[in-house]
C-alpha cells in the first residue's frame, strides 16, 4: 500500500510517553528516547504546543539552519491517517490510533444516524445548524482525554489552552503568556497547548504564501523568547501534520463516477471515503483508476483494514461503516477531490505525501 505512516513512531506514540510518565495507562508503544528525557530530568512541567498545519518540509523550506525549531529538532516523526487535525489532535489527545477513538476526518459517516457529520463542528455536512441526532450519538467516540486523566490522578496537574472553549486565548502573544504564567506555579503539572496557525493562513493563502512564510518565522522567534523564561520545564513543539497547495476537482464534473456513489463523500478532500451503490463496486473501481489513478491510491475496505492504514487496536463502533467501500489517498499528486459540500481551499493536507506525512519533534529542555 505504500503507506507512509509509522504507527511506531507517530503523534500517538510520543503520547503514550507523556502518558507514562504522568502514570497513565497506554495502548501503544512509547518512544524510548523521550522515556529516558522524562525519566533523567523529572521536570516539573511537561509543555506540549501543538501548531496546526506546521510540518517538517515547510519548515526546512522557510527556517534557516540556526533558527530555534531547526536547532532543537530532536527528529522528524509522522502523523497519522488520515494527516489532518481531527484523527491527529484526537490522537495526541488520548494517545489512541485513529481506528480506536473514531475521529477519522473532518466529515465522517455516522452510521446510527444515516448522516455525514463535520465531526468538530456537530453539523451535518454543507449544513450550518447544529445536528441534534448526532449529538445524541457522539459518544460512540472516545472522548477520554490526557488532561482529565492526569487531574484525576491528583498527583499533578494538566491544562488545555486553546483558541477557543474553556481557557481560551485570544492572540499568540496571550497563547504564551498563559504558558508562561502556568509554569511558573508549583507543582508539578503538563500543558497542553493548541494553535490553529499556520494551518489556517495556508489554507485560505497556500503555504508556499509570503504571509505563511513570515507567521513561521514569527512563531518560531516567539518560542524561543519564552522558553528563555521557562524553568525545571520540557518543552515539545509539535504538529499535527503539514499542507500542500492543491488543485480542487469536483466529482460532480465526472458524472458516470459520480452517480454511483450512494452517499456524499467524507474524511478530507485528500483522503476520500466512498459508499458504492449496491452492484457497482467493479465498475467504480475501473472508472476512478481510468480518471484519478496517476492522482489516487484507490483501497477497498479489505485493503485498508488488512493494511492498518487508520492504526492498530480494537476498531471503534462507527469505524467500518464510516470508511465506506472504498478509501482513495493522495501522494505525490497535489489533487483534492471534492463533492457538494467540500470546502475548496488553496492549501489542504489529509494525504501521504512527505508534506503532509512527516512532522517535527523539536525538544527544548529547560531543566
Not at 472516545?142 to 489552552?161: G, H, P, Q, R, V
Not at 519564552?226 to 520540557?234: D, G, P, Y
Not at 504538529?239 to 478530507?268: C, W
Not at 461503516?321 to 488553496?346: H, Q, R, Y
Request: net charge negative; aromatic share 10%; with cysteine.
Amino acid at each position: 500500500m505504500n503507506i507512509k505512516i509509522n504507527y511506531n513512531e507517530c503523534l500517538t506514540n510520543l503520547s503514550c510517553s507523556i502518558r507514562k510518565y504522568y502514570g497513565l495507562n497506554y495502548k501503544h508503544n512509547t518512544l524510548d528516547y523521550i522515556d529516558k528525557l522524562l525519566e533523567q530530568k523529572s521536570p516539573e512541567n511537561v509543555v506540549l504546543i501543538l501548531f496546526d498545519g506546521m510540518g517538517s518540509k515547510i519548515l526546512d523550506k522557510i527556517l534557516k539552519k540556526d533558527s530555534f525549531f531547526i536547532q532543537n529538532k530532536y527528529k522528524d516523526i509522522t502523523s497519522v491517517f488520515p494527516t489532518t487535525t481531527t484523527a491527529a489532535t484526537t490522537s495526541v489527545l488520548t494517545g489512541l490510533d485513529p481506528v480506536e477513538h473514531g475521529w477519522l476526518g473532518w466529515n465522517m459517516y455516522i452510521k446510527p444516524i444515516d448522516k455525514t457529520i463535520t465531526l468538530f463542528l456537530n453539523v451535518e455536512k454543507g449544513k450550518e445548524e447544529v445536528c441534534e441526532e448526532f449529538l445524541r450519538v457522539k459518544s460512540k467516540l472516545y472522548s477520554k482525554n490526557i488532561i482529565d486523566e492526569i487531574n484525576k490522578t491528583e498527583k499533578a496537574s494538566a491544562l488545555k489552552l486553546l483558541p477557543f472553549g474553556e481557557n481560551m486565548y485570544n492572540n499568540i502573544d496571550e497563547l504564551f503568556e498563559n504558558i508562561e504564567n502556568m509554569a511558573s506555579k508549583t507543582g508539578k503539572k503538563f500543558i497542553y497547548a493548541y494553535c490553529d496557525e499556520p494551518d489556517g493562513t495556508m489554507h485560505d493563502l497556500g503555504p508556499d504564501s509570503e504571509e505563511a512564510r513570515k507567521l513561521i518565522i514569527e512563531i518560531n522567534d516567539k518560542v524561543e523568547k519564552m522558553c528563555r523564561k521557562l524553568k525545571n520545564t520540557i518543552v515539545f513543539v509539535i504538529a499535527d501534520h503539514g499542507q500542500v497547495k492543491v488543485n480542487n476537482v469536483f466529482l460532480e464534473n465526472y458524472p458516470d463516477i459520480y452517480n454511483m456513489l450512494e452517499r456524499t463523500t467524507s474524511l478530507e478532500n485528500r483522503a476520500i471515503s466512498f459508499k458504492i451503490k449496491d452492484g457497482y463496486k467493479d465498475k467504480f473501481a475501473v472508472l476512478f483508476n481510468q480518471e484519478f489513478g496517476r492522482d489516487f491510491k484507490l483501497c477497498d475496505k479489505e485493503e485498508v483494514i488488512k493494511n492498518n492504514l487508520f492504526g492498530y487496536g480494537q476498531a471503534n463502533e462507527l469505524f467500518e461503516d464510516a470508511i465506506g467501500d472504498f478509501v482513495a489517498f493522495a501522494s505525490e499528486s497535489n489533487m483534492a477531490l471534492l463533492t457538494n459540500g467540500s470546502t475548496p481551499l488553496c492549501g489542504m493536507h489529509g494525504g501521504n505525501s512527505d508534506e503532509e506525512v512527516y512532522i517535527p519533534l523539536i525538544i527544548i529542555d529547560k531543566c
